[in-house]
């Protein structure tokens, strides 16, 4: 465990404040769920909660059939990191940190599908640059209370082609239907 050199005092409600440089660096923004841990020493852990993330094992079986349906690179994603990933890279895309304006998109509860012939595509991860990468792309948000905790993404290296109503339907089933898995 890395050492902050922070100490903070616990209120008379049991309250302790996590310093302002620690949330940033972790992402952790206000009203974020954290669970709280104790290990076998007394040391409290605090940990980022991902609902969609307790769903992982049967994330990553909902991507492969994703992918075997369609024939493209299926993700799912929670809100931080991509959880699950099949038809491509694991390597590429395995729990790495997504891209701000895929954050932004899932924030602003918004669907994407790409343009065929941008120049452009939708940075998945952090680690992508702008350059054209995916022919075509579709992504939706998973939504569960009203709350975004995810998103399901179809991308296609393939230059011809171009993601059709029938993606688009099965990115929002499946986005609906992990949602849904939340709401239980």
């Given at each position: 465990?890395?050492?902050?050199?922070?100490?903070?005092?616990?209120?008379?409600?049991?309250?302790?404040?996590?310093?302002?440089?620690?949330?940033?660096?972790?992402?952790?923004?206000?009203?974020?769920?954290?669970?709280?841990?104790?290990?076998?020493?007394?040391?409290?852990?605090?940990?980022?909660?991902?609902?969609?993330?307790?769903?992982?094992?049967?994330?990553?079986?909902?991507?492969?059939?994703?992918?075997?349906?369609?024939?493209?690179?299926?993700?799912?994603?929670?809100?931080?990191?991509?959880?699950?990933?099949?038809?491509?890279?694991?390597?590429?895309?395995?729990?790495?940190?997504?891209?701000?304006?895929?954050?932004?998109?899932?924030?602003?509860?918004?669907?994407?599908?790409?343009?065929?012939?941008?120049?452009?595509?939708?940075?998945?991860?952090?680690?992508?640059n702008k350059e054209r990468r995916y022919n075509s792309q579709v992504v939706y948000p998973i939504i569960s209370d009203g709350d975004t905790i995810g998103s399901v993404v179809l991308l296609s290296k393939e230059?011809?082609?171009?993601?059709?109503?029938?993606?688009?339907?099965?990115?929002?089933?499946?986005?609906?239907?992990?949602?849904?898995?939340?709401?239980?």
């Amino acid at each position: 465990m890395k050492a902050t050199g922070v100490v903070r005092r616990i209120d008379d409600l049991g309250r302790v404040v996590i310093p302002k440089e620690i949330r940033k660096t972790l992402r952790i923004k206000e009203g974020d769920p954290l669970e709280i841990f104790t290990d076998k020493e007394g040391e409290v852990i605090l940990k980022k909660y991902s609902p969609i993330g307790e769903l992982s094992e049967f994330a990553s079986g909902y991507a492969e059939t994703l992918s075997k349906t369609t024939g493209h690179i299926a993700c799912i994603t929670d809100k931080d990191t991509v959880i699950a990933v099949s038809g491509g890279s694991k390597k590429e895309f395995l729990e790495q940190n997504l891209s701000p304006e895929l954050e932004q998109l899932m924030e602003d509860k918004e669907i994407y599908t790409s343009n065929e012939n941008n120049d452009v595509s939708l940075p998945i991860t952090r680690n992508d640059n702008k350059e054209r990468r995916y022919n075509s792309q579709v992504v939706y948000p998973i939504i569960s209370d009203g709350d975004t905790i995810g998103s399901v993404v179809l991308l296609s290296k393939e230059v011809n082609t171009k993601m059709t109503d029938v993606e688009k339907k099965v990115a929002q089933s499946a986005a609906s239907f992990l949602g849904s898995q939340m709401e239980i």
